[in-house]
């Protein structure tokens, strides 16, 4: 069996966001990276069906940016994907969704993986299209926003996460891709001997131009703080002032203090 | 008359032979049963403690002869210190009757037990042989009558007494039996130097000569035997602890105290990070189990132990003496359990009072690198957090690390990036750049520099956690990975000293940062101010307050600065009511060993009870000189009912509300 | 401007959410016709044209066969815009057809402004605007982010049906796990977030609650970390609240998270993070540590 997780490198959420030059995306200077953690889900659901069978299939775990991205790479290898494949595209952030899903399906197109594995989306773009669209260039079924995943016997059995509490459970046949969801899993904290291992494991470099010469799709501009609406009153100092001030406004604007 | 005495008096000459015979038995016994210990200790790793043997045997001298460590600890330590002293000294008077006996004289026809050296040759043995009863009784007395607390009595305790005690009477009664035959008429002048065998010998005498050189005989056996069975049993009886206690005194480490074997993570041939079985201890950590004397000074000092959790270091000890023993095969987690590891503050009070120079820190951490580094575990999940986030921003709370040096907007200090042309490096520490409280101390420490005319720098964002809470919880791939980043700032900056208010990154840039070929001079701020004043650099207008403090145990007990904080807070105008437990004796704010990330989900709340003990001395602040402290005593103040009693401040703080404008 | 919009339709209910779409159709101005896999049965109230597929035959959820009646439509209706709820449904099927058509696709929208689309991103910290470089586009509406719309009317029905193989198999429902919390219907809900740090706090804000005599709440990572069960959870994949106090203590405010709550009466949130998300729809956002302030405010409610 062959397994494909993709993977993005994103900012830390915490991190102070600015506007690049043309506010198209970000600036990436202060910007702290990690793994996206809807992929980190998807790692770790791959790790632990390679687990399930004995350690047989081969997990590759693709990842498309700039070198930083390695480190997010190195994160998978040490989890337990066999080798990694960098797709070097320093511009990634004026790459959208359409070429993104482009580049990975040229990729994959080949390579007869049985199974995909992609984040529902990512933290920072949150577009959400990316994994199915994979699926939809390589002619794959695909089913998105998993909390639970069981493979047998070349079927993938997904419980999905719908609104309302409410999951739903599909079957679909291999070659599939899915996308996973907060909830699936709690993935490992990697081990020192495979954070050695990882050290050690293929990483192929490949040119995001040689793969996709797709244009964009998509257009991005005016990346900025949204402005505050409603009546928001921000309240700061200290704690004791804070909850006297807190009180008078409830007991003002509210019908639930007396 | 002649002060002396016939030698093998009614026994005869002819039980030499037969005498020799069985010591070599006994002895050979002995040899024998520390063999079977050697194979116990050499399942452990390799470590080289048999360097500098000039000062290891000096100091192994000077600790167990001056029974140093012992005597540190009154309850039991004055009792065992004596008894030893009294026990040793009659052993010391056997050996010379024998070599007198066996040697001087058949070899050389030299006699010096006579005359004056007799006389008070004989009253020192009487006095000892006294002392050493006394002592044994008052032990008899405090292990089976008293019983205090946590003090665990076994069945070779009983047999122990019952031989000790045994061979201390007989040996008087053979004095005696022997003094009321040959002494006590014929030379009553003499026998008053044996005061002990004088008495004996009065109660001894209406027996008459008839029965008494039967009884002396008999005795003598008996006691000769008791005595040959005591060698024999020491290794495979507590009575080991004899060697092996004292051997610790010459095998105990002579690094810096804190010292962790620094993991090479370059090495791929090592397969096991920490400790799982007793294989991937050293052969010392093993011998240290046969080292423990069941004290429980350890136990008693402990933090963790005396809020009811599930950590006894004495218990760690023995557990992995007892799998060595017993089942090698056995992991080490599963004996001492992952709660009792995490519930450690590395506080190193255990091993600072241990008569027995045990290294129970590095062991429990050596666990833990296992639990951390081979199986990705932490002790909660608010652990795993702030670790994440450590290895993304740089900080355990999980802030932008670009943020990291907002606090310092519009203080006199200048970021090193823009200008690095300063007397000190400020290593601020996470808490102190992000925490509020103590973001306040930083800015009051910047205050005080200013003040003495100190250029300070920071890093601002190039900073990060220096690794510490992490590497404590085991985690040294990611201490190294900080540190390396740590290290490799500083180093492209020209710097003189680095001053820290954080005890936790004293220690670690100070020392654990050597080992990766680091060697800026780094000092704790209590010191440096300390300099400031002393140099008359730094004027305090004093003004009176009164004051408890807290010795932190990363700056006492782990750097030995006492004096220098408590000299700053008295030229600051500070009057000082020590706490019961102060210096040495400090009792943990209970942040160390990364606890700090920690939930205390187990026992009582030790920040709580150290509170409580600054309370006790009724004054109204308790002084600190590190974050976590202040971080702990806050909470703890809180928690536990103390708000209106006790203010918990900074020295830094006092210190700046004081500076002579 | 043609519109065509996806209806939604689970367990044999035509979903509210689907006047959402009406309303998004409404603001932008446009001739909207409704593709729906549901039911003849029950079809929503409107004026145009109704491409419906029977439930029953094609799935509730069959993506790969209701991409195939979706192009039928398409090709029918030659929308210039297909417009989606970026919901469960929505955002597994809007990028199949984006992919189809190869057209632009623009994810959870929450406003416009002539050709570009306004969305959030980075976890909400942030907005941009998205321009479709296609004629056509698709996109998906953000829930709540537009008002609902009951237009009335009777629709033209053009059923349609297609004989492509299913290549996944829906197999069922698994129902949300029992509650044992009414926050549907609380006056004042109290939502721990995950700036509570750990499990144990859960009972700082649970005091709070108690102190209120309010309804204890919970984002999503919250739940999901076990620290509380399901049933408290808010947000589009917990409950949908609308009390009239809402009590967010260390929520950052995620759009996924306001969808269940953002409709309360007054909305006080306290977040150590003056730049969070939440503040954007709190009516009072306290900027402080919730372990030092919601124990203080606790004290002094009760
Ligand atoms: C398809 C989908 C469905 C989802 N459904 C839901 C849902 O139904 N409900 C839901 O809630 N989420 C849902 N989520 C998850 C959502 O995206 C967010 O991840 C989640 O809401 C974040 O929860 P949070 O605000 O508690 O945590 P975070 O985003 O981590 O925010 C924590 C906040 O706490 C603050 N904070 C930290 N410490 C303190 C302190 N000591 N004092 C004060 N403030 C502090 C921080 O500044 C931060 O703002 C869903 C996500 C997806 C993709
Ligand atoms: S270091 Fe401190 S907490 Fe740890 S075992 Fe020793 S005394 Fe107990
Ligand atoms: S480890 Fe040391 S202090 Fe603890 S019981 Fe043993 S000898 Fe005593």
């Known amino acids: 069996m062959k397994i494909l997780v993709c993977i993005k490198q994103v900012p830390d959420m915490e991190s102070p966001f600015r506007p690049n030059g043309s506010a198209t995306w970000f600036d990436e200077s202060d910007l702290a990276f990690r793994m996206n953690e809807y992929d980190e889900y998807a790692v770790e659901e791959a790790v632990r069906l390679k687990e399930q069978l004995g350690g047989e299939p081969e997990i590759t775990v693709l990842s498309i940016g700039p070198d930083r991205v390695i480190e997010a790479i190195k994160k998978a290898l040490a989890i337990g994907c066999d080798r990694a494949v960098h797709i070097l595209e320093p511009e990634v952030a004026s790459r959208e969704p359409w070429q993104i899903a482009s580049i990975i399906a040229a990729y994959a197109r080949d390579k007869q993986f049985d199974l995909l594995f992609t984040g529902m989306q990512s933290q920072d773009r949150g577009s959400a299209q990316v994994g199915v669209l994979v699926a939809e260039l390589l002619g794959i079924p695909s089913t998105t926003t998993l909390v639970g995943f069981a493979w047998a016997d070349g079927v993938v059995t997904a419980t999905r996460e719908l609104e309302g509490g409410v999951k739903g459970k599909v079957r679909l046949r291999t070659p599939a891709l899915v996308t996973c969801q907060l909830g699936l899993n709690s993935p490992r904290y990697p081990t020192l001997p495979n954070i050695m291992k990882a050290r050690k494991k293929e990483i192929t470099t490949l040119q995001a131009g040689e793969l996709s010469s797709e244009k964009p799709l998509t257009g991005s501009a005016a990346f900025r703080h949204p402005e505050k609406k409603g009546s928001g009153v921000v309240l700061e100092g200290s704690v004791d002032e804070l909850v006297e001030k807190v009180l008078v406004i409830l007991k003002d604007k509210t019908a639930v203090l007396r | ?661 | ?302």
């Open chain 3, 1 to 302: 401007m043609k519109l065509l919009l996806v209806g939604e339709y689970r367990e044999g209910r035509l979903l509210d959410i689907t006047a959402e779409l009406m309303g998004f159709a409404a603001a932008i101005g446009g001739e909207a016709s409704l593709f729906l896999v549901g039911s003849a049965e029950e079809v929503p109230a409107f004026n145009g044209t109704l491409y419906l597929v029977d439930a029953k035959v094609y799935g509730e959820y069959n993506p790969e066969v209701h991409k195939q009646l979706l192009l039928k439509a398409v090709q029918e209706e030659n929308p210039d815009l297909v417009v989606f709820v970026h919901s469960s449904y929505g955002w597994d099927l809007a990028p199949r057809l984006a992919a189809s058509l190869k057209v632009a696709q623009v994810s959870e929208v929450i406003g416009f402004a002539g050709n570009a689309y306004e969305v959030g991103c980075c976890n909400a910290k942030m907005h941009r605007n998205v321009t479709p470089l296609t004629s056509k586009a698709v996109i998906t509406i953000q829930a709540g982010a537009f008002p609902a719309l009951q237009e009335g009317g009777t629709p033209v029905v053009k059923v349609l049906s297609t004989d492509v193989a299913s290549t996944t198999e829906f197999v069922g429902y698994e129902p949300a796990e029992a509650r044992d919390v009414n926050l549907a219907k609380a006056e004042i809900v109290v939502s721990a977030g995950r700036g509570i740090g750990k499990k144990e706090n859960i009972e700082v804000i649970r005091s709070l609650a108690k102190a209120f005599g309010g309804e204890l709440g919970a984002s999503r990572p919250v739940v999901d970390a076990g620290w509380i069960d399901h049933g408290h959870q808010v947000g589009s994949t917990g409950q949908t609240v609308t009390p009239k106090l809402y009590v967010a203590c260390g929520i950052s405010g995620s759009i996924q998270h306001l969808a269940g709550m953002k409709k309360s009466g007054f909305i006080l949130a306290i977040n150590k993070d003056k730049d969070a998300p939440i503040g954007e729809v709190a009516d009072v956002l306290v900027v402080a540590d919730l372990l030092q302030f919601v124990p203080a405010l606790t004290a002094k409610l009760s």
């Open chain 2, 1 to 661: 008359m002649d002060a002396t005495r016939e030698i093998y008096w009614n026994v005869g000459h002819g039980v030499v032979a037969v005498m020799y015979l069985l010591t070599i038995a006994a002895v050979s016994g002995a040899a024998f049963g520390f063999k079977e210990r050697l194979e116990i200790w050499r399942q452990g790793k390799p470590l080289d403690r048999f360097d500098r043997r000039g000062d290891r045997a000096q100091r192994m001298l000077a600790t167990v002869f001056g029974q140093t460590r012992v005597f540190r600890v009154k309850d039991g330590g004055v009792f065992h210190s004596l008894f030893f002293w009294g026990f040793l000294t009659l052993l010391a008077g056997t050996m010379l009757i024998m070599v007198q006996a066996d040697f001087l004289l058949p070899l050389f026809r030299v006699t010096i037990l006579k005359g004056n050296f007799y006389r008070y040759f004989s009253l020192v043995l009487d006095l000892a042989g006294l002392v050493a009863i006394v002592m044994l009784g008052g032990l008899f007395v405090r292990r089976f009558l008293i019983k205090p607390k946590g003090l665990e009595t076994v069945a070779d305790d009983y047999r122990i007494h019952a031989l000790l005690f045994t061979i201390l009477i007989t040996g008087f009664l053979i004095e005696g039996s022997r003094m009321a035959v040959t002494e006590l008429k014929q030379n009553p002048d003499l026998a008053l130097w044996s005061p002990v065998g004088y008495v004996f010998a009065q109660a001894l005498s209406s027996l008459g000569d008839g029965a008494l050189p039967g009884l002396h005989k008999v005795l003598w056996w008996f006691h000769l035997l008791l005595g040959l069975g005591f060698i024999s049993v020491i290794p495979r009886t507590k009575l080991r602890h004899i060697l092996t206690t004292s051997g610790n005194s010459f095998l105990a480490p002579f690094e810096p105290k804190g010292t962790i074997g620094t993991i090479n993570l370059e090495d791929e041939s090592i397969e096991q990070f920490g400790a799982s079985k007793i294989t991937d201890l050293t052969w010392k950590d093993l011998f240290d189990s046969d080292a423990c004397t069941s004290c429980k000074r350890c136990q008693d000092r402990c933090p963790a132990y005396s809020t009811d959790k599930p950590l006894s270091p004495m218990k760690v000890i023995k557990a992995i003496g007892s799998v060595a023993e017993t089942s090698p095969k056995k992991g080490l987690v599963e004996a001492v359990t992952a709660d009792a590891l995490w519930s450690c503050t590395t506080c190193g009070a255990c091993q600072d009072i241990c008569p027995a120079n045990i290294e129970h820190v590095n062991k429990i951490l050596e666990m833990r690198r296992n639990l951390t580094l081979m199986e990705g575990e932490f002790p909660g999940d608010e652990v795993r957090t702030a670790t994440s986030n450590i290895e993304v921003n740089g900080n355990p709370f999980g802030m932008a690390y670009a943020s990291r040096g907002d606090w310092a907007k519009g203080l006199p200090v200048s970021i090193m990036q823009e200008n690095s042309d300063v007397d000190i490096l400020y290593f601020a520490g996470c808490y102190a750049s992000f925490d509020r409280r103590n973001r306040e101390v930083a800015a009051k420490f910047l205050r005080i520099c200013a003040a003495a005319g100190v250029k300070v720098g920071i890093l601002g964002k190039e900073e990060k956690c220096c690794g510490e809470p992490v590497r404590k919880l085991g985690n040294e791939y990611l201490y190294q990975m900080v540190a390396a980043e740590n290290i490799e700032t500083i180093k492209g900056y020209k710097v003189k000293r680095i001053v820290t208010t954080c005890p936790h990154c004293f220690n670690t840039l100070s020392r654990d940062y050597r080992d990766l070929k680091f060697d800026v001079p780094v000092e704790h701020y209590s010191t440096f101010i300390n300099r400031l004043i002393v140099e008359k650099r730094l004027k305090l207008k004093p003004e009176p307050f009164e004051f408890t403090y807290h010795d932190s145990c990363y700056l006492g007990r782990y750097k030995d600065i006492f004096e220098e904080p408590r000299a700053v807070l008295k030229s600051a105008g500070g009057k000082l009511t020590e706490m019961s437990r102060s210096g040495y004796d400090s009792f943990c704010c209970s942040a160390g060993g990364g606890r700090i990330f920690a939930e205390e989900k187990l026992g009582s709340r030790i920040n709580v009870k150290r509170v409580a003990m600054a309370s006790e001395t009724g004054m109204p602040i308790l002084a600190s000189n590190c974050p976590f402290c202040l971080t702990m005593f806050e909470d703890g103040i809180k928690t536990g009912g103390f708000e209106g009693k006790l203010k918990v401040r900074d020295l830094a703080e006092i210190v700046a509300e004081r500076i002579e404008k």
